[in-house]
């Protein structure tokens, strides 16, 4: 069974640095995209960041709201992916997922359960 | 960027209505463009992708159509389930984008 398990979110200052974990299980990650995309508190879906399989030398691509700030990674033995998330703005308050795209057609067919980041001081 | 305009950004239908969401790209995504559900408090969930497939396991009663800059969901006969916020997103560009969402309540 495909599972995705976030963890590291919480409370920090502006300014402060974060690293999200996305545990993955049931497939392995060297096999597909991964992302993230964030849900600010009653708002919509905005996709964060991706990160390219192995065939692909592991490219990454940013939305333009965190480029420079944030970085996607991933750790193939340990099967997970993280975000690394520094000089976090209040506007960087959100739920962040972590999705699986699926080959070929590049959808997020697979999604973990969330894990709440909230910058404030 | 390609924006996404979903409309109606909100509907209130009853058990049973057929119901229409439709998603209008700002420009051409091919058939680059997905359906997602999302109940309160979860992980969305991937209903249709390319513009018409529909994920395994997702009932029949949800169907995609469209290509190019015109897309819609439909629902055939609303089910006390699908209370439910709507979102459609492209993939045919980074960054990649989603609509602003349509929430579907009971009337």
């Known amino acids: 069974e495909v599972q995705l398990v976030e963890s590291g979110g919480g409370l920090v200052q502006p300014g402060g640095s974060l690293r999200l974990s996305c545990a993955a299980s049931g497939f392995s990650i060297s096999d597909h995209y991964m992302d993230w995309v964030r849900q600010a508190p009653g708002k919509g879906l905005e996709w964060v960041a991706r990160?390219?399989?192995?065939?692909?030398?592991?490219?990454?691509e940013y939305a333009a709201s965190v480029e420079g700030r944030f970085t996607i990674s991933r750790d193939e033995l340990k099967n997970s992916l993280f975000l690394q998330m520094n000089s976090l703005k209040t506007e960087d308050t959100a739920v962040y997922y972590c999705?699986?795209?699926?080959?070929?057609?590049?959808?997020?067919?697979?999604w973990g359960q969330g894990t709440l980041v909230t910058v404030s001081s | 960027d390609i924006q996404l305009t979903q409309s109606p950004s909100f509907l209130s239908a009853s058990v049973g209505d057929r119901v229409t969401v439709t998603c209008r790209p700002s420009?051409?995504?091919?058939?680059?463009l997905a359906w997602y559900q999302q109940k309160s408090g979860k992980a969305p969930k991937l209903l249709v992708y390319?513009?018409?497939t529909l994920q395994s396991g997702v009932p029949p009663r949800f169907s995609g159509s469209g290509s190019g800059t015109e897309f819609t969901l439909t629902i055939s006969s609303l089910q006390p389930e699908d209370f439910a916020t709507y979102y459609c997103?492209?993939?045919?560009?980074?960054?990649?984008?989603f609509g602003g969402g349509t929430k579907v309540e009971i009337k």
């Open positions: 420009r051409g995504v091919h058939n680059y």
């Open positions: 999705t699986r795209r699926r080959a070929g057609d590049w959808t997020f067919d697979f």
């Open positions: 997103q492209q993939l045919n560009n980074y960054p990649l984008t």
């Open positions: 990160s390219r399989n192995k065939p692909n030398n592991y490219a990454t």
């Open positions: 390319a513009a018409s």
